[in-house]
């Protein structure tokens, strides 16, 4: 399916004058880039832009660097090149991408079908009133509304007999009229946002459908906050929880703005976390401990950053097992040395005992994930708790912080294998009991 999206070259009121208001930035992106990358996240790679702005048409080119096909073109010739159903889109709406990919799946007999909010009814927003699924009446100024435009369409080619008075009006104004002049044919149905499925097992948590209009600075605040917010996993220990994700949103939000990849900051992961090994394996215990606080909080921002600038993909699901390559990494060096020093096999017989139950446990996690959609840690109130104190890394960090501080750092091997040992047990009783009760037919409900 192909898009077809409003650049104007015109600002929004608040923001920059200087520059085209599809291409005013947020966190490192134009608001145009975000439209496209999110259309992208639909499966969308065809784009017919509408703009008349010489510095939007430079900035995005031919679309090769996202990975998508860019044509510029005025509205009066897009019926010359659209023969199927379509998308509507605006560079001043940005939104989450599930929205544009229901809206893209859902079945309709309607020319138009418009995504709608019935949860957000405030000022600015262009209103809409519905009935039965239909749309009766759609404004700014409308009296009567029960939600709210949330900024795209899907259509037929059939809706070109509602555009033929769109040329010169804004993308606001176009739409509006395109939309009441399929209503009056009851040809305009609705797609509520909010039949969106909200939970994503990948994030470990509920994410409401979202989008904002941005028209003022004030929004680009308020738009900031939620993609940080959304980008941001449900963390599952403690540490990550009420120290690491706070530190992390604010570190994203910075470095968002400046030309750093994911990859570079994963690179500097390893780089400091293999640093911390060949510290580990030489004896200087201390500074090895302190780098491995410093990799946990590092290490959640190549992800959320990815999700943050719309930059994922599939090879970066294989982050995950390099970080459990440099966390048995630790723990081998750390045991190596103390053999070394020691010259007793007792911290060579844990690491063996600890590595076993980490991997155990990981995969009875991921085989849950992989068998019911859901995350293990989400499945239930029990879990929802037991997730803060479960084995992780960076909960292991902290016992072998206090043991090199207290001159027993072969005591945290012991407490490592303990935790770990009580974490696979845990995992692997909730696991089979939920999974016994899903072969019953008891169906998961949050």
């Keep these: 399916m192909k898009a077809l999206i409003f650049a104007e070259h015109g600002t929004a009121k608040g923001l920059n004058k200087s520059k085209p208001g599809s291409l005013t930035k947020l966190l ?6 975000r439209v496209v990358l999110s259309a992208k996240h639909a499966d969308i790679t065809e784009f017919l832009m509408v703009t008349d702005s ?7 080119g031919d679309g090769s660097k996202y990975g998508v096909e860019i044509k510029y073109l005025t509205i009066s010739k897009v019926k010359k090149v659209l023969k199927d159903d379509f998308v509507i889109l605006s560079s001043s709406y940005i939104f989450d991408h599930r929205i544009l990919k229901q809206l893209i799946n859902h079945q309709t007999g309607a020319s138009v079908l418009v995504a709608v909010d019935k949860t957000k009814l405030s000022a600015g927003d262009i209103k809409i009133l519905e009935k039965n699924g239909k749309v009766i009446d759609i404004g700014a100024d409308i009296k009567r509304s029960n939600c709210v435009y949330a900024g795209m369409l899907r259509c037929s080619p059939k809706v070109f007999n509602y555009m033929k008075s769109l040329d010169g009006k804004s993308a606001n104004a176009g739409i509006m009229e395109l939309v009441t002049n399929a209503a009056e044919r009851k ?3 609705i797609f509520d946002i909010n039949w969106i499925e909200t939970y994503d097992s990948k994030m470990r948590k509920d994410i409401e459908p979202w989008w904002i209009y941005i ?6 605040a ?12 449900n963390p599952s220990d403690a540490l990550a929880c009420y120290v690491h994700k706070p530190i992390e949103n604010k570190l994203v939000a910075f470095i968002s703005k400046y030309n750093i990849t994911p990859n570079q900051i994963t690179i500097i992961v390893n780089i400091l976390a293999y640093t911390a090994t060949a510290l580990f394996f030489y004896g200087y215990l201390l500074i090895a401990s302190l780098i491995t606080f410093v990799v946990g909080v590092v290490d959640g921002l190549d992800g959320k950053l990815a999700r943050v600038k719309l930059k994922t993909s599939k090879l970066g699901s294989l982050e995950h097992s390099f970080d459990l390559l440099f966390e048995f990494s630790w723990i081998i060096a750390l045991s190596c040395f103390l053999f070394i020093s020691t010259r007793d096999a007792t911290p060579l017989i844990l690491c063996i005992l600890i590595i ?14 992989s068998a019911t959609g859901v995350s293990l840690d989400d499945y239930g109130g029990f879990e929802r708790k037991f997730k803060r104190i479960a084995g992780r890394r960076n909960l292991y960090n902290i016992p072998i912080l206090v043991s090199i501080l207290l001159n027993v750092p072969l005591y ?3 407490f490592i294998l303990f935790h770990s040992a009580v974490t696979a047990i845990v995992y692997t009783a909730r696991a089979a009991k939920h999974m016994y009760d899903m072969d019953r037919g008891i169906v998961w409900q949050r």
């Design 215 to 220: 028209s003022r600075e004030d929004d680009l």
């Design 187 to 189: 040809d305009a149905e």
């Design 356 to 369: 076993t139950f980490v991997s155990f446990y990981r995969n009875v996690y991921d085989r849950f994930r």
């Design 222 to 233: 308020t738009a900031e906050q939620i993609i940080i917010e959304n980008a941001s996993k």
């Design 412 to 414: 945290s091997l012991f």
């Design 54 to 60: 010489e510095e939007v048409k430079r900035k995005l």
């Design 28 to 33: 490192g992106l134009s608001l145009i880039e």
